[in-house]
């Protein structure tokens, strides 16, 4: 109890990062206390409980996250983009709540067939035919194009990359387990998963078997046993060669699609499996089945969270595919036409992860003028050392650990832009929640000191006009200034320059 406030219980919440009184208001009843702390704790929605929970990790403040990466056959399109940017968000409000991250992320190069339910040809292969060049080099491409991507977008790298083809032993080891445990059968294309062996297959997607059954009419391998059985492993095709294919204990061939992901997280995040994320097409199959065969083999709780990303859509609410053949990349949509590639990670945040975007070009035009007027705003802060406000840090808090909800966190940046903070003050709260928002503000900050010599002598000129109020002579050099392309504005914190 501090002195002087009788009957009042008063301590400080310590929430990572940071110690900090309880708000002011309210007063600091342990109740008040109590409530504020739930405000802030970080909640996010689970699939697998279809319920916003709050987040516990395994261990105290690490977090082991795995999110399944691309298939690299092809460029990645900002559909695929779009969920890979909510999973940096995500990783970046772990981060901001103190947590220490452990991210792995994988790169399917083998085994993702063209068809879902394990039939027609492998991606990478037939990307390789429609090259002219290796299974290989078609992979080496398009990560490199894709890790081009991610920087474009100022997505954090992950802490592991794992390819497919680097863990061919750990997936034949984890379906010698399930095979040990009666899990698996054989047919005359490989070794299949027996779904009705694994209790509750449909856990995460809430679906009914039947509805399973349904839809998998159009299935054409009457030697699986039960529809959604999938494929562990596959053989090569008798007599022809595959560019990529390996020794097994069941013949050569190479893995199926699922088992990459299950032998790869339990390798790298063994005993941290917290949460493992993907787009929202994931849910009925490919994390369904990654759930089955891991838990089948573990006998242990494969991941405490499931969180998934809505679709980007194309007008008319069909989703952006590659299949589809309708899929527009970062290239095409928006760095070609010269438009920053941060637009798109600018509209990303205006939407919340859990609803499905629209593209449109109307759409992106209107975020680019969104972010170009928010870089304008930036530019426009005077002053160099504040502090960061503790009052706003909470209210982004509060919108950030509320599932994610960045268009909530993007109102409270614009609150903090327009409050009686200072200038100075009002910098430092928004580059700290840059450290969330990812768009670059410091950098855009620091160009507009980067204004050329002969702009900064007359700048300097027209300071000491104004310090003399000379103000026929100060307008003078604003205009010389204009005319060389730049703008200045007299704020409280002095003069801003920018360029027109
Ligand atoms: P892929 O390269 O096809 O394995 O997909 C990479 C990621 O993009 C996965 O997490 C998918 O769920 C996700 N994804 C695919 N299409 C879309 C879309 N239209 N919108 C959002 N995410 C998508
Ligand atoms: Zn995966």
């Not at 039960?226 to 022809?240: E, M, Q, R, T």
């Not at 032998?263 to 493992?276: E, N």
Request: aromatic share 10%; glycine share 8%.
């Amino acid at each position: 109890m501090r002195k002087g406030e009788k009957g009042r219980i008063s301590f400080y919440i310590t929430d990572g990062f940071s110690r900090r009184p309880p708000p002011k208001g309210g007063g600091n009843t342990l109740w008040s206390v109590f409530a504020h702390y739930l405000k802030i704790m970080l909640k996010i929605y689970n699939t697998l409980t279809r319920q916003i929970e709050e987040f516990k990790p395994i261990k105290d403040k690490k977090v082991g996250l795995y999110t399944c990466g691309p298939t690299v056959y092809d460029y990645a399109h900002i559909g695929n983009l779009r969920t890979y940017i909510f999973e940096d968000i995500l990783k970046r409000v772990l981060k901001y709540n103190g947590y220490k991250v452990k991210h792995v992320m994988n790169i399917t190069d083998v085994g993702h067939l063209t068809g879902d339910r394990d039939m027609g040809e492998d991606k990478l292969e037939k990307g390789a035919r429609r090259e002219g060049k290796t299974a290989w080099e078609i992979a080496d491409f398009y990560i490199k194009a894709f890790k081009k991507d991610l920087a474009a977008l100022n997505i954090l790298e992950p802490d592991i990359w794992c390819k497919a083809t680097d863990n061919i032993k750990e997936q034949i080891n984890l379906i010698k387990k399930l095979e040990a445990k009666d899990y698996t059968y054989k047919t005359s294309d490989g070794i299949y998963f027996d779904t009705s062996k694994f209790k509750d297959y449909t856990k995460l997607s809430h679906q009914k078997l039947e509805e399973l059954q349904e839809g998998a009419r159009v299935e054409k391998n009457p030697e699986k046993r039960n529809p959604a059985d999938f494929a562990l492993w596959k053989f090569s095709p008798k007599g022809s060669k595959r560019q990529m294919e390996w020794q097994s204990p069941w013949g050569i061939g190479f893995p199926g699609w699922h088992i990459e992901c299950s032998a790869m997280s339990l390798k790298y995040l063994g005993d941290q499996l917290d949460i493992h994320c993907g787009g929202a097409d994931h849910v009925a199959l490919h994390h369904t089945n990654e759930i089955a065969q891991s838990e089948a083999a573990t006998g242990k709780k494969f991941f405490n969270y499931w969180l998934h990303g809505a679709f980007l859509n194309i007008s008319g609410g069909k989703k952006m595919a590659k299949s589809e053949e309708n899929f527009l990349t970062l290239d095409n949509a928006l760095i070609k036409k010269e438009i920053n590639p941060l637009v798109y990670r600018f509209a990303a945040l205006m939407t919340h992860y859990r609803k499905p975007m629209e593209y449109s070009k109307e759409g992106i035009e209107a975020a680019k003028n969104g972010l170009e007027h928010l870089y304008n705003q930036v530019r426009s802060l005077g002053g160099k050392k504040g502090q960061v406000s503790k009052q706003f840090k909470n209210k982004f808090l509060e919108a950030i650990n509320d599932d994610l909800n960045m268009p909530r966190a993007m109102a409270v940046f614009q609150q903090v832009l327009k409050s009686d903070l200072t200038d100075a003050d009002k910098l430092a709260t928004i580059l700290d929640f840059d450290k969330v928002l990812g768009l670059n503000l410091a950098k855009v900050k620091k160009e507009k000191q980067k204004i050329p010599k002969q702009i900064q002598i007359l700048v300097n000129e027209r300071e000491a006009a104004r310090e003399n109020k000379n103000w026929a002579k100060s307008d003078k050099l604003r205009n010389e200034i204009n005319k060389l392309g730049y703008l200045v504005e007299d704020t409280s914190e002095g003069q801003v320059v920018k360029k027109k």
